[in-house]
C-alpha cells in the first residue's frame, strides 16, 4: 500500500517529526497532488498542519486551469493555501527556461515557508524522477555528488526540503490517483522532448527497460541511495576540515587529504561562497586541482557566475567578482 511506503520513506530518512508544519508545493500534476492527498491521510497520524503552496509560471496559455484546480482542491481539503503569478519567459531572455523557472520555484516557496513559519517544503519528486536525474547526470559527466541523484532531504539556504515519494514509482502515484477519482492537471510538454530530461523520460529509459534492464528505473534509484549515504558519510568528513569562517583554505592541510575528500572541501568551499553548487561540474575540480598542484604562486582559476580561486603559497582564496 502506497500510504504504508510513505510512512517506511518519512521513518527512514527522519522527514518529519509530529506537529510540524509543511509547506507542500502543489502544481496540479499528478505527484504534487498525490503527496498533498497522502500528507492530509497522515495528518491526524503526525499531528501535522498543512499549507498549500502553488506558483503560476504563466508557461502554457492555459496554466490558470491549473491554479483554479489547486485552489478547488484546497477549498475541497480544507488547507490553506497561497497562490503567486509569474511570466517565466519574460525573465529568462538570457539563459535556460529550466533553471530561471526552478530558481523562481524555489524563492517562492521560501517566502512562502518564512511567512507561515513552516517547518519544512515538501516536494513530489518520485522514484522515477530519480532514475531520470542519475542517467542524467551520468550522461553529462558526473562525481559522487551528481549519482547520489535527489536527495530524500536536503537544507537549501537555510530551508529543510523534504521528498516523501521518493521511492514511490509513478505508476503507484497514477494507480493512486485513480482510485482517489482524481484527475489531475496535465502538462502536455512533459510529452514533447524539447528537454533533455523529458528525451531521458520519454527514450532512453523505455529503450533500456526493452532492451536491457526491465527494472533499470528502480536499479537507478538504488544507486542513487547507495551513493547518496557513500556521499553523506565524505561530506560529514570533510567538514570537518573546513575553515570555521571566512574564504581561505588553508593549503598544507588540505594536501595531506585523500583526494575524495579534497574534491569536496572544494565543493563545500564554493557552496559557502555561491550558496549552491549549480553549474559547477568535474571540469571545474579538475581545473582547481591544475591549480593547486602545478600552477604558480598568484595564478587565478575563473569559474562560473564570478567565482574566482586565487592560488597563494598557505593558501587558497574564493571570492566572487562584483561588476563595477
Request: proline fraction near 3%; include cysteine; charged fraction near 30%.
Amino acid at each position: 500500500m502506497i500510504l504504508d511506503k510513505v510512512r517506511k520513506t518519512i521513518k527512514k530518512y527522519h522527514l518529519i517529526k509530529k506537529g510540524e508544519k509543511i509547506l507542500v508545493a502543489v502544481s496540479g500534476g499528478p505527484d504534487s497532488v498525490a503527496l498533498l492527498y497522502l500528507l492530509n491521510h497522515l495528518k491526524k497520524e503526525l499531528d501535522l498542519k498543512l499549507h498549500i503552496a502553488h506558483l503560476d509560471h504563466k508557461l502554457r496559455k492555459d496554466s490558470y486551469k491549473d491554479k483554479e484546480f489547486v485552489e478547488n482542491l484546497a477549498k475541497k481539503l480544507k488547507i490553506p493555501i497561497t497562490t503567486e503569478e509569474v511570466e517565466v519567459k519574460r525573465l529568462a531572455k538570457k539563459g535556460s527556461i529550466e533553471e530561471v523557472a526552478r530558481n523562481i520555484r524555489l524563492n517562492f516557496l521560501f517566502k512562502v515557508a518564512q511567512k507561515i513559519k513552516a517547518d519544512k517544503i515538501a516536494l513530489g519528486h518520485n522514484l522515477n524522477d530519480q532514475a531520470e536525474t542519475v542517467l542524467m547526470r551520468l550522461l553529462r559527466g558526473s562525481g559522487l555528488y551528481g549519482l547520489a541523484g535527489i536527495l530524500p532531504q536536503k537544507e537549501i539556504s537555510g530551508f529543510k526540503i523534504i521528498r516523501p515519494l521518493i521511492e514511490i514509482s509513478r505508476r503507484e502515484i497514477e494507480a493512486f490517483i485513480k482510485r482517489k477519482k482524481i484527475k489531475p492537471c496535465s502538462d502536455i510538454t512533459n510529452f514533447k522532448d524539447i528537454y533533455f530530461r523529458n528525451k531521458i523520460r520519454n527514450r532512453l529509459i523505455p529503450f533500456l527497460e526493452k532492451n536491457y534492464n526491465k527494472n533499470i528505473k528502480e536499479l537507478l534509484a538504488h544507486t542513487a541511495e547507495i551513493v547518496g549515504a557513500d556521499y553523506d558519510y565524505l561530506m560529514r568528513r570533510a567538514e570537518g576540515f573546513l575553515p570555521k569562517k571566512g574564504n581561505k583554505l588553508a593549503l598544507k592541510k588540505f594536501l595531506k587529504l585523500h583526494p575524495a575528500l579534497q574534491r569536496i572541501i572544494l565543493r563545500l568551499m564554493i557552496r559557502r561562497l555561491k550558496g549552491n553548487l549549480r553549474r559547477i561540474s568535474y571540469q571545474h575540480l579538475r581545473e582547481l586541482e591544475d591549480l593547486i598542484f602545478f600552477r604558480p604562486i598568484n595564478s587565478i582559476a575563473f569559474l562560473p557566475q564570478g567565482l574566482t580561486v586565487t592560488k597563494k603559497k598557505n593558501f587558497l582564496i574564493f571570492q566572487i567578482l562584483t561588476k563595477a
